[in-house]
C-alpha cells in the first residue's frame, strides 16, 4: 500500500512553513540558514511525490540536481556566515547585520 | 605695386600674434617688434601713396582685387581684396603714420606698466583691422575691420581692467557701439538683397538704378553705424568715457583713426550718399549739432583728457557737417589734419600726465593728476610739451598757417557756398569754442603760477622716446595743412583726392569768388581769435573772473557742467528700464524655469525621503515582504480560477 499524495503535500507544507516562520522569526543567523534548508527539503519532498503519483521518474532525477546545488549552496553559505561572524566579532545576531538599512 | 599690398595689413597681425603667443618671454622686445611691423607697413604705405600719385588722374580704383578667398556659399561670395585710390591711399597714410608715432611714444609711456607685452599685442591688432577696414573692396570686409577696430577699442579702454570705472568705460564703448553696429549691419544686409553683390564697384555701378526711397534707408542705416563708431549725437557718450584707457590708445584709436572709421565710410559710399539728398542733410545736421554741442560741453570741463575728447566729438560733427554740405574732400582733408594736431593733443596731454603723476606720487600728494585745476607753469618743468602742445592748439583753434587752418576753414566755406547759412553760423560759433577751450586748456596746464606745492612737486619732462614723437606730430601740424592745402579749393589735396569724388559729384562744383575767399578766411580767422583772446582775458591775465561768469549763468553753466545731463537721461531712459527688464527675466529664469527643474529633483528627494523607510536592512522584514507577495499573487491567481483551466 501506498502513501496518499495529500499525506506527503501536508507534511511538506508544515515543513516549508515551519522553515518560512523559522527564516521570518528567528534571528540567530544558523537557524535561519537551517531554516532555509528545511525549506529546500520540502520541495523535495514534493517533487518526490508528485514524480510517485505521476509514475514519472523525472521529478526524482530533479531532486538529485538540488540536493547537489543545495550542498553546494551550503558550503558557500556557511562560509559567507563563518566571515560575518569574525567581522561583527562573534555575533550570530541577524539583526546586527543592517548594512542595507536605508 | 598690387603683389605686395598684402604686406599692409599683414605685418602689424604677425606683430600681434608674435607679441601675443610669446610676449611673456620677450619683455620689452615686443615694443621692438611691434615698431618694426608698423614700420614696415609704413613703407609699404608711402609706397601706395607714390603708385597712386604716379598713376594721376585715373577713374575708378586703382587697383581692385582679391587676395583671399574668403566666404563661398551659393550666390554669396566674399574675398579678401583691397580698393586702392587717393582715398585709401590717404588713409593708410594717416593710420599707419600716427600708428608708428604713437609705437613709439608708448615704449617711453607704458616703459613701467606690468602689462607691457599685453598692449603691444592689441596695439598691432588694432593697426591690423583698421588696415583692414582701410583697404576693404566690399562690405563685409570693411564690416570685419569695423568690429576688429571696436574690440581692440574695448580691450584697450579696458587695458588697466582691475580699476571698475576702465572695464565699465569699456563696456559702455562696446554696447554703445553694437547700437551703431545694428543699424550697420541692417544696411548691409539690405545692400546685399538689393545690389546682389557686397562688392564696391559693383553697388557703386548700380547705384543710380536703385530706387532714391530705398537708397535713404539704406545709406541712413550705413549712417547709424558711422554715428556709433564715430562718436556722433545720439551715440557719443562713450567716447569721452573711453579716456579711461591708456593715452596713446586715446591718441591712436579715439582722436586720430578709429572714430574717424564713421567719415571715411562715408566718404567711402559717397557715390551712394550723393543719391541721397534727405540722408546728406541728415549728416550734415547731425554733425553740425554734435559740432557744437560737444563744444559746448568742453568749456566747462577739467579733466585734461576729457576736454580732448569733447573737443574731438566736435571735430569729427566738423567732418559730419562737411561731408553732408556735399564738400567731401574738405572733411577728409579735416580728417587729415586733424589726426595729427589732435594726436599730438592727446600725447601732449599724456606725456603731461605721465610727468605730473609721478611729481605727485614723489610727493606724495593725491590730488588729481589729470585735473587742470591742479596744475599750471607747467612750460618751465617740460619746454617741448608745452611747445608742442601750443602748436597743436593754434591749428585746432584754425589759426593761420597751422593745418587746422586750412581744413577748417574749406569746411566751412563749403557749407556757405553751398548755401548752408545755418549750418555755417554753427561751423563759426563751434571754431569760437573750440579756440576758447583749446586755450583754456593750454593756459590752465602750462602758463601763470603752479597751483600745486612747488617745492615738494618737481615736474620734468617726458623721456625722448615720448618727446620725439611730439616734435614730429608738431612739425606735422606745422606743415601738413599749407603743404598740401594751399591755395584753398586748388591746393594738392584737393587735386589728388578729385578723382574719386569728382566723378561722383559731377557738375555741382560751384566755384567761389577770390574776394569772397578771402572774406570768409578773414571771418573765421576773426572768431578764432577772438576765442584765444576770451581764454587769454579768463586764465591767463585773469581779468575776467571765470567764477563770476559761471555765477552769472548758474543754470547754463551747471548744464555743461554735467554735459547736458545726457548721461544721466541715457541712464533713465535706457539703461535702467532695460536692467529692470534684464531683472524680470532673470526672476523669472530662477524662479520658475529653474523653479521647474530644481522641483522634480525635491520631489523625487521627498519620495526618497519616505520610501527608504522600507529598507530597514533586517533580513527577516524582506523574507516577509517576499513571502506575503508571494501569497498575494498565489491567492489572487486561484481565485481567479487560473489553476481549474
Redesign the interface.
Known sequence: MSVPLNYALALAAVLFVTG?AG?????NILI?FMSIELMLNATNLNLVAFSRYFGNVNGQIFVFFVLVVAAAEAAVGLAIIVSLVRHYKDSLN??E?????? | MQSLIWIIPVAPMAAAIINGVLGKKLGKATGAVGILAVAISFVMALYVLAGVMAAGNHEGPLADGPFYQWIVSGAFNVQLGYYIDPLAAVMLIVVTSVSLLVHIYSVGYMANDGSFWRFFCYLPLFTFAMLMLVLANNFLQLFLGWEGVGLCSYLLIGFWYNRKSASDAAMKAFIVNRVGDFGFTIGIILIWLTFGSLSFTTVFDKASTVEVGFLTMITLLLFVGACGKSAQIPLYTWLPDAMEGPTPVSALIHAATMVTAGVYMVARMYPLFIHTPVTLSVVAWVGGITAIFAASIGLVQNDIKRILAYSTVSQLGYMFLALGVVVPVSGIFHLFTHAFFKGLLFLGAGSVIHSVEHAFEHAGVHDDPQNIQNMGGLRRYMPWTAGTFLIACLAISGIFPFAGFWSKDEILTGAFVNGQYALYAIGLVTAMMTAFYMFREYFLVFEGTPRFDTHHVHPHESPWWMVGPLAVLALLSLVAGFAVGAPPEHGLFRNFLDPVFAPVLGAEHPETAFVETLILIGASLLIAVIGIYIAMMMYLRRAWSPQAVSARFPRLYDLLYHKWYLDEIYDAAIVQPTLAFARFLWGFDSGVIDGMVNGVGALIRWLGQGLRRLQTGSVGNYALGMSLGLLVILGSLLLSGTFHG
Open positions: 518560512l527564516v521570518i522569526l528567528r534571528r535561519i541577524g539583526d547585520f543592517n548594512l542595507l538599512k536605508g
